[in-house]
T-cell receptor
């Protein structure tokens, strides 16, 4: 079946550093990928839609300069948390809809970011 | 009011019991998803529904489009079913964007 991977699964960094999270579709091409954030015991919140070959679309309240998204190829989207602060600590998840299978979404395993 | 509401928020059951989780939504949708999130965080898509009923093993999902309501049933529950179950909808004209319910935390005790 289709698989979406994320790397790293867990990252701890110092305040002020930047962290890059990768989301890959392993056996299908994804022109669109979604990035979500999840706080402890809360549901997922859509941050942005990553579009291959064009700029990402950010949800209201999400800082574009803080959360840089690059959809470099049809199988890879990256989320970079720039100048990370402790309040950026969260669980970040990506998903990708499978082309030709309307409304089907595959989720990555998530990346837990801890900013010290 | 959230567009997607789930109930209950938390549920504790004894092994073997029948479990029902409910999801109500207030917008027109093209599909409804039931997702499972284990304590490690990874999310698994259990069902995608646009009408009727689907069954996979001990899991059954139903949807009533007219009433804007869906249920997820777990028959003969087992401790390994302990997880957070999330209802999500694809609103009409939203592309593939999902709107999520708050989740139901299920604990099945042996």
């Amino acid at each position: 079946g289709a698989v979406v991977s994320q790397h790293p699964s867990r990252v701890i960094c110092k305040s002020g550093t930047s962290v890059k999270i990768e989301c890959r579709s392993l056996d299908f091409q994804a022109t669109t990928m979604f990035w979500y954030r999840q706080f402890p015991k809360k549901s997922l919140m859509l941050m942005a839609t990553s579009n291959e070959g064009s700029k990402a679309t950010y949800e209201q309240g999400v800082e574009k300069d803080k959360f840089l998204i690059n959809h470099a190829s049809l199988t890879l989207s990256t989320l970079t948390v720039t100048s990370a602060h402790p309040e950026d600590s969260s669980f970040y998840i990506c998903s990708a809809p499978r082309p030709g299978k309307a409304d089907t979404q595959y989720f990555g395993p998530g990346t837990r970011l801890t900013v010290l | 009011k959230n567009e997607v509401e789930q109930s209950p928020q938390n549920l504790t059951a004894q092994e073997g019991e029948f479990i029902t989780i409910n999801c109500s939504y207030s917008v027109g949708i093209s599909a409804l998803h039931w997702l499972q999130q284990h304590p490690g965080g990874g999310i698994v898509s259990l069902f995608m529904l646009s009408s009727g009923k689907k069954k996979h093993g001990r899991l059954i999902a139903t949807i009533n489009i007219q009433e804007k309501h869906s249920s997820l049933h777990i028959t003969a529950s087992h401790p390994r079913d302990s997880a957070v179950y999330i209802c999500a909808v694809t609103p009409l004209r939203a592309g593939n964007k999902l709107t999520f319910g708050g989740g139901t935390r299920v604990l099945v005790k042996p």
